[in-house]
């Protein structure tokens, strides 16, 4: 596969050398091949892989380019991403919608065939991480306070009794996704709304503590780190243990009663202009070299189980918790990203949580 | 073993259940197909229709307003096909879309595809076939009736999935039919193929046991044969019975004829030898005239012998042809008359009255053999007759019967034979102990072969007051 590999790598600088002549204004050398990614990780997060990769293949630069999930989304659906040869994403709902209207294209090798069935839709669209959502707390702030009675956040239900029982103490002092704008927040919350029963009390409790919204993962666990809020609420795991690790007044726990793992997923569009390298790419992500990266420089949870678990075993088990689900790659997910579907969530969402006044009664 | 001629029963059995086989496969082949197709169509129809079921449930009025919550399982539904995309559009009555995808192909027929899964009292809902991205999809489209204060008609529900997994389930249900019906053909050609050789077992063994027979072995055929191969074996064991009587006869023949010319010829050599050893004149000449009488004798035996074998060669050689029966019995009658006035008696022929001189009664025969038969019936009756006598021949035509017959009649005044002995006088060297002529009785067993060669009949009756009549009767030619 290698010896293949790296043939078809030197067959393909042969064959684009005078291709890219003009365009490779970046690159000294002609003979380099420029593969386009776009996606919505952050890019110090995802650089380590793409330097991984551009050391494996030294004839390869990747070139990406960050934007919001849903601009993402909406930019390609516009035909402004036509020139990219790999969308990667963590709105799986709105990468489903773009494989199901036909533009991605499928690609089936060792590696694309190694992952769970979950993991990997029509061929065409493949998940490379597993992140959990996970609830984190400041402990410090609830150290401080030493009559609140030590938590015990193991369930959503314990972590609502907890809520109820310092009530006073916590309001205006839960963080949470801003649903709206982060597209895994919506993700997670629908999912939720879908799931559990508790998901209605959550939301009551929510709306009553006047909950804070947050744009990003980082901006939460920064939040959190501050101890401008005590409790954070479906957070990903991957970005919680890493700043836990700096902060250790972070702590996080997967939730007992169940945990949904999102996936970030990648897919090859149909107009991607280097198909061929995408898909080099594509076999670098899903492997365990390209895994093992992941874990370590990343901080990303990796979707094969095998280096997840050699990863986590150190400092934090997955697999122990045995309640962990994913959200399954697959036409379920199409239901998100209907208008009026994501109107109904949305519109349910604000007005369980923007308060008519100030200081209401409620409790 | 398959004669490219078609001329082996084998050959052609087996080309012929290979046919039929080929035939049963094929159709097989379609109806398994047929069949596949037809179920995986019910069953992801049925998974269409609930799936839009579950959708028009989730249709309600909120704030004067459609609204559509697009149930989870209404799209895991549709998920037990994993790998088909779906596409889908709720539009209201004036054909506004509500939710769903843009521009969706609509069914150009609205025929009511596939009544059998039509969603039951929904007479406007159909299913339809179209291409949408470049994809063949089943559509189905589903109208959900809402009457609120504000909104009332009908909702539309459009659903549409790619066909992959609907197309592997119909190629597997097709492929196992053909492999539950394949067994059972390739078992029916083997036990075709055990009964053809079970079937033509006999003919072998008959064809067996009749090529290692000798050829004097003409015993019939013993074998359990099948009810068809029955005539066959009958016919051949008929055969083989005949030959054999044949055979029998012309030994008894030969042996006869033997003895019939060893007894004269001893006969001859006795009256030679006491003619050599007479003295008396007188008595050597009566002796040596008896001698030349032998010879005579002799002469007209093997003359006779001769003759049949002659005609026996002509029935076999010979084809009958049209002969005048009236101018050959003139003619015979002509050749013997001669001979009879030596003996002194009269031959009439009374053929004239019945048939003028111009007229003729013809017969197919053949001339010689009629003639010879003619000749010795005539010969004998003139033996017998007592001089001074007339021997009658006559011809009359008989119109009795249906087909034209004429009557040959010889009669004499002679002795005539008793009723005991008529059976016996045609068979060969038949000698009446009490008939005291010479005779070689060859002569009416010749006749008696020629008018069964002819197909005509022969009967002897008593004349008045003493004598016989021989009457033959000979199928007359339409003229």
């Known amino acids: 596969m290698i010896k293949f590999l790296s043939a078809f790598i030197l067959l393909m600088i042969s064959f684009t050398a005078l291709a890219n002549k003009q365009e490779n204004a970046l690159s000294e050398s002609a003979s380099k091949l420029i593969l386009k990614v776009k996606g919505a990780a952050d890019t110090p997060e995802i ?256 979707i094969n189980a095998k280096v997840r678990k050699d990863y986590l075993n150190t400092s934090f088990d997955l697999s122990d918790t045995g309640n962990t689900r994913p959200i399954a790659l697959g036409l379920k997910l199409l239901v998100l990203t209907d208008e009026m579907k994501r109107k109904i969530i949305l519109d349910e969402w604000s007005q369980a949580l923007i308060k008519p006044e100030k200081g209401s009664p409620l409790e | 073993m398959i004669s490219p001629s078609g001329k082996s029963i084998r050959g052609q059995l087996i080309l012929m259940t290979l046919l039929l086989l080929c035939i049963a496969s094929f159709i097989t082949f379609f109806l398994a197909n047929s069949y596949g197709q037809r179920s995986a169509q019910i069953s992801y129809d049925r998974l269409l229709t609930s799936a839009a079921i579950q959708v028009a449930e989730s249709i309600s009025m909120k704030e004067g307003r459609i609204t559509v919550d697009l149930p989870w399982s209404a799209f895991e539904i549709l998920s037990s096909a994993p790998n088909d995309r779906v596409f889908y559009q709720i539009k209201d009555k004036t054909g506004q879309k509500i939710t769903g995808y843009d521009a969706l192909p609509t069914s150009k027929d609205k025929r009511q595809r596939a009544n059998f899964d039509a969603p039951q009292h929904k007479p406007d809902s159909y299913f339809f076939d179209a291409s949408y991205d470049g994809e063949p999809v089943r559509f189905l489209v589903y109208k959900k009736r809402l009457t609120e204060a504000n909104y009332s008609g009908d909702v539309s529900i459009q659903i549409g999935q790619t066909v992959i997994a609907r197309e592997a389930l119909a190629n597997e249900i097709s492929w196992r039919g053909i492999q539950l019906v394949f067994p059972f053909i390739s078992v029916g050609f083997i036990l075709v193929m055990l009964g053809i050789w079970q079937l033509l077992k006999p003919i072998n063994k008959l064809n067996r046991a009749l090529s290692s027979r000798t050829g004097f072995d003409l015993s019939k055929i013993d074998l359990p044969v099948p009810t068809e191969l029955e005539p066959l074996v009958q016919s051949i064991n008929h055969f083989m019975g005949q030959l054999e009587n044949n055979l029998n006869q012309l030994q008894r023949f030969t042996s006869e004829a033997a003895h019939q010319l060893r007894t004269p010829l001893a006969g001859l050599k006795s009256q030679a030898q006491n003619a050599v050893s007479e003295e008396d004149e007188d008595v050597r000449h009566k002796q040596l005239l008896r001698v030349i009488e032998s010879c005579d004798m002799l002469n007209h035996t093997v003359t006779q012998l001769l003759m ?69 019936i005539l010969e004998n009756a003139i033996k017998y007759s007592p001089a001074h006598s007339v021997v009658v021949v006559s011809l009359a035509k008989i119109d009795a019967s249906s087909t034209p017959k004429i009557a040959l009649s010889v009669q004499d005044k002679g002795i005539g034979i008793p009723d005991s002995e008529k059976p016996h006088v045609f068979e060969r060297f038949y000698r009446s102990a009490n008939n005291p002529r010479s005779g070689t009785g060859l002569g009416l067993a010749i006749a008696k072969e020629v008018v069964d060669h002819h197909g005509a009949s022969l009967e002897l009756v008593d004349n008045a007051p003493t004598g016989l009549i021989v009457n033959i009767s000979f199928e007359l030619l339409e003229p």
């Open chain 2, 308 to 376: 049949q074998a002659t005609l026996s060669h002509r029935f076999q050689s010979q084809q009958l042809t049209q002969i005048d029966l009236v101018k050959m019995t003139k003619t015979v009658c002509k050749q013997v008359v001669v001979s009879a006035l030596q003996q002194e008696v009269e031959i009439a022929f009374e053929g004239e009255k019945a048939f003028a001189k111009e007229q003729q009664a013809h017969i197919l025969g053949d001339e010689f053999a009629l003639e010879q038969m003619l000749r010795n």
């Open chain 1, 47 to 302: 650089t380590p892989l793409f330097n991984a990769f551009m050391n494996r293949f030294p004839n390869i630069i990747v070139q990406y380019e960050e934007l919001g999930s849903r601009e993402l989304y909406q930019e390609f659906l516009a035909g402004e991403l036509a020139d990219a040869d790999v969308i990667t994403s963590s709105a799986m709902d709105l990468q489903i919608k773009l494989v199901n209207d036909g533009h991605a294209q499928a690609y089936r090798s060792e590696q694309t065939r190694s992952l769970p069935e979950w993991a990997n839709w029509r061929d065409e669209i493949f998940g490379f991480t597993y992140e959990p959502a996970v609830i984190a707390y400041n402990h410090d702030f609830i150290s401080r306070n030493s009559s609140i009675i030590a938590p015990s956040l193991q369930s959503r239900a314990q972590m609502l009794e907890f809520i109820r029982q310092n009530s006073h103490r916590l309001k205006g002092l839960i963080g949470t996704f801003d649903i709206g704008k982060v597209g895994i927040g919506y993700l997670l919350w629908a999912h939720d709304s879908q799931q559990s029963s508790s998901y209605g009390r959550v939301l009551e409790s929510f709306g009553i503590h006047d909950v804070r919204l947050y744009p990003s993962s980082a901006a939460m666990l920064k939040a959190l780190a501050d101890g401008e809020i005590a409790i954070a609420y479906n957070l990903l795991g991957s970005y919680a243990k890493s700043w836990a690790k700096t902060y250790p007044q972070i702590k996080f726990v997967l939730p007992k009663d169940y945990t949904v793992a999102i996936m970030r997923t990648a897919f090859i569009p149909k107009t991607a202009p280097n198909a061929k390298l995408a898909k080099v790419f594509l076999d670098f992500l899903l492997s365990q070299q390209g895994q093992q990266v992941l874990a370590q420089q990343s901080n990303l949870f990796p």
